[in-house]
């Protein structure tokens, strides 16, 4: 086999590792972003279950405030969003959110890449 040949078949086969290794970034990035996105939705429906039964408790109607001290000791801790979001308990009768991925728990919105 020619020089050149060689040189050819070489960058055709690290052009065809490149492009591999790529779609598998792409794959593992959205992989990833799925797991986020996952794991905040977990922390909303804790924190509406936390807030649903801290509202029962102490006889609270929609509206209400909570304190925001009671949900973290229900719920047992505070959940940290992956994102570095943070989020919001908000009255009684509305659904908590998180600020950095648009998530309500309920309803799942896509992560802003």
Known sequence: MSLSRRFTVALVITGVAAGALIIC???????????????????LVLLK?????????????????VPEAAIWQQAGKRPQCFSGGSYSINTVGELPTCSYTGIVAGRVYRHHM
Do not use: I, M, P, W
């Open 49 to 65: 279950l936390a807030k649903e039964v801290y509202a029962q408790d102490h006889n609270l109607t929609n509206g209400a405030v």
């Open 25 to 43: 970034t792409r794959h593992f990035q959205r992989r990833s972003a799925f797991a986020e996105r996952t794991a905040c939705v977990g922390n």
